[in-house]
Nanobody, 121 residues
Framework: QVQLVESGGGLVQPGGSLRLSCAAS????????MGWYRQAPGKQRELVAG???????NYADSVKGRFTISRDNAKKTVYLQMNSLKPEDAAVYYC???????????????WGQGTLVTVSS
């Protein structure tokens, strides 16, 4: 089993900052791509940022320049530093990881339960 535990969500004012964390644990041999998705009320879930095992990153246009994704492989943790937050950033943020488990030859995608980010004055 693989578990992704998210933390760091909360309430911030517009222009504020927040850092989300997602720690992976369980039957893990390797973690390939990790990423953050979000889903706001009435909208589809969208990719916010992703990071490969080699450190390559990609961002949604709406957050580029404001958000930074990073990972600590030793801690099996991915982070999302969110700066200059806007009301439209408010959403439930979900952590995702492509994980290769011990005794398996294929990697699978796992999801965290989500952490709520509220941006309001």
């Amino acid at each position: 089993q693989v578990q992704l535990v998210e933390s760091g969500g909360g309430l911030v004012q517009p222009g504020g900052s927040l850092r989300l964390s997602c720690a992976a644990s369980g039957n893990i041999l390797r973690i390939y791509t990790m990423g953050w998705y979000r889903q706001a009320p009435g909208k589809q879930r969208e990719l916010v940022a992703g990071i490969s095992s080699g450190g390559s990153t990609n961002y949604a246009d709406s957050v580029k320049g404001r958000f930074t994704i990073s990972r600590d492989n030793a801690k099996k943790t991915v982070y999302l530093q969110m700066n200059s937050l806007k009301p439209e950033d408010a959403a439930v943020y979900y952590c995702n990881a492509d994980v290769l488990q011990h005794s398996w030859s294929t990697s699978y995608s796992f999801w965290g339960q989500g952490t709520l980010v509220t941006v309001s004055s």
